[in-house]
């Protein structure tokens, strides 16, 4: 018997919607909540997922601007164009893409967004109002994350989750959401990574499964216990001379083997991607709300 497929654009859709009173509302105290993305280079996945974030943007009746600057521009620049975004009363979200230059500085460049206008989550006082419970902007993947699983009536409470990957980005502040005593969380978690001597001994025993290591078919069909809930994080461009592009997206998880043990899959593309926009919409409709009050 193959898994339930999680759709992740069906669960997108239905976050607009929740979306439209609240962007309406502020069309009538003539706000319109506006998303600027400053991107740094031509790196093509970065070129491709911040024309989807404007489109989305554009759909959804928000006003978005991308920033294009080169390769070569100095940290300093950058800086400097951060601040005036913070001083602009119209930019209500900012988004620097990452991955940036070698010779800039990420986290110096992502500490220089002010808190309420930093849309990805990943300002030190958001990442600590996360770690506490408090209201705050939780990075866009793992609150993505979580509205797949409560628009799928997955209730994480008392499972055993078991997240493979601790990065800033993903893994560590989607552990810290699910072992809130919180709807939606509450759950036990366990954290697998490098320094883990046997994934496969942790991940047979997860109900919930999210993958976000970033490695190919990390997660194997005998890794999987069967009737769990697998999450693929992943997104690895590999080659494929037969499609389109030259290549196509594959997830952290063999898909085709886990599918027959898992009890509920997401796939690659189409899962976990689509919640990732969906989110970064709500948290500048939500900047927008608290900044014009």
Request: net charge neutral; with cysteine; proline share 6%.
């Amino acid at each position: 018997m193959s898994a339930k497929i999680i759709d992740g654009k069906a669960v997108a859709q239905k976050v607009y919607e929740n979306l439209v009173p609240e962007i309406d509302q502020l069309g009538k105290q003539k706000v319109i909540p506006h998303l600027t993305v400053v991107l740094v280079g031509e790196d093509p996945a970065s070129v491709v997922y911040v024309g989807m974030k404007q489109k989305a943007c554009e759909k959804w009746g928000l006003s978005s601007e991308t920033i294009r600057l080169s390769e070569e521009t100095a940290e300093e620049e950058l800086l400097k164009r951060v601040e005036r975004l913070n001083n602009d009363p119209n930019v209500h979200g900012i988004l620097v893409q990452l991955p940036l230059p070698k010779h800039i500085n990420s986290k110096k460049v992502l500490d220089a967004i002010h808190p309420d206008k930093d849309v990805d989550g990943f300002h030190p006082v958001n990442r600590g109002r996360l770690a506490v419970g408090e209201e705050c902007f939780a990075p866009c993947t793992p609150a993505g994350i979580q509205q797949l699983l409560i628009h799928n009536d997955i209730d994480p409470r008392g499972k055993h989750l078991v997240v493979l990957g601790r990065s800033a980005i993903v893994g560590m502040p989607f552990a810290i959401m699910m072992m809130q005593k919180k709807p939606g969380a509450n759950a036990t978690v366990t954290v697998c990574h490098t320094g883990t001597t046997d994934i496969a001994k942790h991940t047979q025993q997860a109900d919930i499964l999210v993958a976000a290591a970033g490695h190919v078919n990390a997660i194997k069909k005998d890794m999987v216990k069967p009737g769990a809930v697998v999450i693929d994080v992943g997104s690895n461009r590999v080659d494929d001379p037969s499609a389109k592009r030259g290549f196509r997206l594959v997830g952290d998880v063999d898909f085709q083997e886990v599918k027959e043990v898992a009890g509920a899959i997401t796939p690659v593309p189409g899962g976990v991607g689509p919640m990732t926009i969906a989110m970064l919409v709500y948290n500048t409709v939500q900047a927008a709300k608290r900044l014009s009050s």
